[in-house]
């Protein structure tokens, strides 16, 4: 079983910047990459990016695209999300998803292990 807690959430400017940090514990066979994904109010949770165990591989929304970087530190087994450049059609809540793998469309039906969310709003 595999636990996720998010954090750095909150509240920017337009053009500004937030980092958000995903600390994982336990362990799943199931697990091979670590995504984000983000929700607004009335729309369906979407793929953000995702990365690979080794972080070798990395993939990201068309719509961050230049924007965002994923990255992970193995050592604190922490996944982070640097989000730049943000835009107020960014607001929504992030979530940290593990799975085995979210595919080129990073999709969050592929996810097995989900964290509780953080806020982000950007105005």
């Known amino acids: 079983h595999v636990q996720l807690v998010e954090s750095g959430g909150g509240w920017v400017q337009a053009g500004g910047s937030l980092r958000l940090s995903c600390a994982a514990s336990?362990?799943?066979?199931?697990?091979?990459?670590m995504g984000w994904f983000r929700q607004a109010p009335g729309k369906e949770r979407e793929g953000v990016a995702s990365?690979?165990?080794?972080?070798?591989?990395?993939e990201y929304a068309d719509s961050v695209k230049g924007r965002f970087t994923i990255s992970r530190d193995p050592v604190k087994s922490t996944v982070y999300l640097q989000m730049n450049s943000l835009e107020p059609e960014d607001t929504a809540m992030y979530y940290c998803?593990?799975?085995?793998?979210?595919?080129?469309?990073?999709?969050?039906?592929?996810?097995?292990?989900w964290g509780q969310g953080t806020q982000v709003t950007v105005s």
């Open positions: 998803a593990a799975g085995y793998y979210f595919g080129l469309a990073i999709s969050p039906t592929q996810a097995h292990y």
């Open positions: 336990g362990y799943s066979e199931n697990v091979n990459c």
């Open positions: 990365i690979s165990a080794g972080g070798g591989r990395t």
